[in-house]
């Protein structure tokens, strides 16, 4: 019988990043490591971004914070995919993001996937979806970047438009060069919608 159990997050405080997925899959949760599916690209991007200083996989996923970086799941329950998750899934992890976001103090909390985007803030009637990049809202007191989901199922971005979007986040998180985003910078902070 294969492994599902939810996988441990892996943060320390003051993170550079918090990578936020929507929830493990079902490879990742039998394997008990983040992003082990084989055609996901998260790793690769991590290293061609320069996030990180060496080439990682899936196994790697605990060495993480060392780098100031770090990983959660919007929810905990691994499933096939998000249609497989509940309201109560969805809404019980809004409240764990919001405590886990409080306790380690990331600078930026990195979306993994475009959906995750409206489970945290409700879009209205005719909004436009959000597009990849910095985001003009805050979880908590944390920065907040949109990134395509890494999955290989993911057809809707090519690994360029990918990469071009982990190099942005790379450039928001760099000490000595703050991102341009054309905006001001928020002024108050959302909470999530309950």
């Known amino acids: 019988m294969p492994r599902r159990q939810p996988l441990p997050d892996h943060l320390a405080t003051e993170l550079r990043i918090l990578f936020v997925g929507i929830n493990p899959g079902l490879r990742s949760a039998a394997l ?3 992003y082990a599916g084989p055609s996901n690209r998260f790793w690769k991007l991590l290293y061609e971004a320069n996030l990180v200083p060496e080439r990682l996989n899936y196994r790697d996923d605990g060495r993480l914070p060392q ?4 990983l959660t799941n919007l929810a905990s329950r691994p499933t096939a995919g998000l249609a497989d998750l509940t309201a109560r899934d969805l809404a019980s992890g809004r409240q764990v993001l919001r405590q886990k976001i409080r306790r380690y103090r990331p600078r930026v909390v990195a979306l993994l996937g475009m959906t995750l985007y409206p489970a945290l803030f409700p879009l209205e ?3 436009p979806a959000p597009r990849p990049g910095l985001q003009a809202v805050t979880l908590v007191d944390a920065r907040v970047v949109l990134l395509p989901n890494p999955s290989g199922r993911n057809a ?11 190099r942005m986040l790379a450039q928001v998180v760099a000490p000595t060069h703050p991102p341009t985003t054309g905006e001001s910078p928020p002024s108050d902070t ?3 919608s309950r």
């Open 67 to 70: 780098w100031g970086l770090g």
């Open 32 to 34: 008990g490591h983040h």
């Open 125 to 127: 009637p005719r909004q």
């Open 156 to 166: 809707a971005y090519s690994y360029h438009s990918m990469l071009e979007a982990f």
């Open 190 to 192: 959302l909470e999530f």
